[in-house]
């Protein structure tokens, strides 16, 4: 069996730490290097749900995306959420990894997967990696010239196979130069606007981030944070087990989303 170090060596490659954001707590957060396993399951985000599943299955190394733990923390004990899911894990040998920012930002990571699924031509970084330009930072394209906002809400709704979006401006205008940032992208529609964007599709955005782009001239699509993402954890799980075949690797069969549509 391969040792944890063997495993997250092959994680480097697919989605190398070095893209990560300053702020961002990624690679090894539980567990020991040296330790061997066989059986990894990945999840968007390490709930105590997520983590029985994990337990009940024997797996011996979560690839969360979402870390856990995200900050320092000074103790960990059952009297929080994260300190029971940490225990239940430890307890049970369990190892963490995550690689959050990074794996948005990587070679065929939730960015370019996301510009994958509308389809956009001429796609490239919104800030390019300073060693490799085809990564990095958000996806910018172009769209088809007679696809419309709306046409391109549809489409990735339909793709992602969530009830509906959430999108704010002129769904008539053509969609134009498409920027792309997963999960709570709302920070970077001035990086977007910057690099001709006039369209921005994420996952959510607070309101005064819908206004500001709306003021610099770009529409918006929120698919949810969820369903921004979730959809790549399988991805994950099939690339690592294409690279190590004596592992096996799967995406959480348990994990939903915890915000649901409700009809009026």
Same mark, same amino acid.
């Given at each position: 069996?391969?040792?944890?170090?063997?495993?997250?060596?092959?994680?480097?490659k697919?989605?190398?730490?070095?893209?990560?954001?300053?702020?961002d707590?990624?690679?090894?957060?539980?567990?020991?290097?040296?330790?061997?396993?066989?059986?990894?399951?990945?999840?968007?985000?390490?709930?105590?749900?997520?983590?029985?599943?994990?337990?009940c299955?024997?797996?011996?190394?979560?690839?969360?995306?979402?870390?856990?733990?995200?900050?320092?923390?000074?103790r960990? @004990?059952? =009297?929080?959420?994260?300190?029971?899911? +940490?225990?239940e /894990?430890? $307890?049970?040998?369990?190892?963490?990894w995550?690689? *959050?920012?990074?794996?948005?930002?990587?070679?065929?990571?939730?960015?370019?997967?996301?510009?994958?699924l509308?389809?956009?031509?001429?796609?490239?970084?919104?800030?390019?990696?300073?060693?490799?330009?085809?990564?990095?930072?958000g996806?910018?394209?172009?769209?088809?010239?007679?696809?419309?906002?709306?046409?391109?809400?549809?489409?990735?709704?339909?793709?992602?196979?969530?009830?509906?979006?959430?999108?704010?401006?002129?769904?008539?205008?053509?969609?134009?130069?498409?920027?792309?940032?997963?999960?709570?992208?709302?920070?970077?529609v001035?990086?977007?606007?910057?690099?001709?964007?006039t369209?921005?599709? @994420?996952? =959510?955005?607070?309101?005064?981030?819908? +206004?500001?782009? /709306?003021? $610099?001239?770009?529409a918006?699509?929120?698919?949810g *944070?969820?369903a921004?993402?979730?959809?790549?954890?399988?991805?994950?799980?099939?690339?690592?087990?294409?690279?190590?075949?004596?592992?096996?690797?799967?995406?959480?069969?348990?994990?939903?989303d915890?915000?649901?549509?409700?009809?009026?």
């Amino acid at each position: 069996m391969p040792t944890i170090a063997c495993v997250t060596a092959e994680l480097e490659k697919i989605a190398p730490l070095r893209l990560a954001a300053d702020w961002d707590s990624v690679g090894l957060l539980v567990g020991s290097k040296r330790a061997t396993i066989d059986r990894v399951m990945t999840c968007l985000s390490l709930t105590a749900a997520v983590a029985h599943e994990a337990v009940c299955d024997k797996v011996d190394l979560i690839l969360t995306h979402h870390p856990l733990p995200f900050r320092p923390l000074s103790r960990i @004990t059952a =009297e929080t959420a994260s300190g029971r899911v +940490l225990l239940e /894990l430890i $307890s049970a040998g369990i190892a963490v990894w995550s690689s *959050h920012t990074a794996w948005d930002s990587a070679a065929g990571g939730i960015n370019d997967q996301l510009a994958a699924l509308l389809p956009l031509e001429q796609v490239a970084p919104i800030e390019p990696d300073s060693l490799n330009a085809a990564v990095g930072f958000g996806r910018a394209g172009e769209a088809l010239p007679d696809c419309s906002v709306g046409d391109v809400a549809r489409l990735i709704a339909q793709q992602l196979g969530v009830l509906g979006v959430m999108v704010a401006g002129d769904q008539r205008r053509p969609a134009g130069r498409i920027g792309i940032v997963c999960g709570s992208g709302g920070e970077s529609v001035a990086a977007a606007a910057r690099v001709g964007c006039t369209t921005f599709l @994420t996952g =959510e955005i607070k309101l005064h981030g819908c +206004l500001e782009a /709306l003021a $610099s001239g770009l529409a918006v699509i929120a698919v949810g *944070h969820h369903a921004s993402e979730r959809f790549s954890l399988p991805v994950l799980a099939e690339r690592l087990s294409l690279a190590l075949p004596a592992l096996s690797c799967w995406a959480s069969r348990s994990e939903t989303d915890p915000l649901v549509w409700v009809a009026s």
